[in-house]
């Protein structure tokens, strides 16, 4: 369930409907504080209507606007809701930098962006300008020197190595240029690593992401016996098998022809909208980046 807010329109319904979204927000983790129209009686509002009016407004998340109807002793008041939905994920003032001797090179300089759920950000810039650095921050996989990331609500990296590995695993997909597949293990078997990884068996899903992604009959090849467009496609499906919430693909056709690269891209854009994932891409090609829903260009450590 994504998260929400629900904003004020004209003041408060009383201490009743606060009572019962704050408990609704306890049990759910779902709302912030919540604000109505003050066009009900005060002393009428019950807590299970309350609940009653969450519970729509939860189900149409995707909804700007909704109108909803509460039943208060025996007669229906229409009550109208402004929902924003909360970006997935969040970095704030983000700082990185590498020692190389006595030098000290600033990478990421104070950068701070948001991602809405379902959205498809393409990150482009030259080389060195921090790119892969900044995904890698806001995927979990290098700790800032400075600076906050938040996915759905939860600090990065603010708990143990594992539950953060243990986050990465269940709810986010890679896919990177160098394709990062075992070259000891059939394309299945690649793709079933991240569930085996999870101690989840899931053969079906991995033979069908492979499928999807056009490989149905090259499962049970060896990464050496596939072109580099098919290892990257055994990446893609890898990526999607655990049937993640976000997928982070660092320059997925960096090793590629642009002939086989824009298939490549075509597929992995498709199948993000098609199932709903949000994606971030590294990208140094400006036409590629072109193609999201926002393109972010970095200079020198910094958003432009």
């Given at each position: ?164 590995a243990r986050l990465r695993n269940e709810k986010m997909g890679f896919v990177f240029q160098g394709y990062f597949l075992l070259h000891e293990l059939t394309a299945l078997e690649n793709v079933l690593l991240p569930g085996m990884i999870g101690h989840r ?104």
């Amino acid at each position: 369930m994504a998260y929400a807010k629900l904003l004020e329109v004209d003041g408060l319904l009383g201490s009743l409907t606060r009572d019962a979204t704050a408990d609704y927000q306890r049990d759910h983790g779902l709302y912030e504080t919540t604000a109505i129209e003050p066009t009900l009686q005060r002393s009428a509002c019950h807590r299970k209507d309350c609940y009653q009016l969450l519970a729509k407004a939860a189900a149409k998340i995707c909804l700007r606007r909704l109108f909803a109807t509460v039943l208060l002793r025996h007669r229906r008041v229409h009550c109208r809701y402004l929902l924003v939905q909360q970006p997935q994920l969040i970095g704030r003032d983000i700082y990185k930098s590498f020692r190389m001797g006595a030098r000290r090179i600033e990478v990421l300089r104070g950068i701070s962006m948001d991602i809405a759920h379902n959205e498809t950000v393409f990150l482009s810039g030259a080389s060195g300008a921090g790119k892969t650095t900044l995904l890698y921050t806001l995927a979990g996989l290098e700790r800032p020197e400075s600076g906050t990331v938040k996915f759905e609500g939860r600090a990065l990296y603010g708990g143990s190595s594992s539950a953060e590995a243990r986050l990465r695993n269940e709810k986010m997909g890679f896919v990177f240029q160098g394709y990062f597949l075992l070259h000891e293990l059939t394309a299945l078997e690649n793709v079933l690593l991240p569930g085996m990884i999870g101690h989840r068996v899931i053969r079906g899903e991995a033979e069908e992401s492979l499928a999807a992604v056009g490989l149905a009959d090259r499962m049970h090849h060896l990464p050496a016996e596939l072109s580099g467009g098919e290892q990257q496609r055994v990446a893609i499906a890898r990526a999607l098998t655990n049937d993640p919430d976000i997928i982070f693909a660092d320059e997925p056709t960096g090793n590629l022809d642009s002939k086989t690269g824009d298939a490549i891209m075509d597929l992995l854009l498709n199948l993000a909208r098609d199932r709903s994932k949000t994606l971030l891409v590294v990208t140094h090609d400006t036409r590629l980046a072109m193609r999201g829903d926002r393109q972010l260009h970095i200079v020198d450590g910094v958003l432009q």
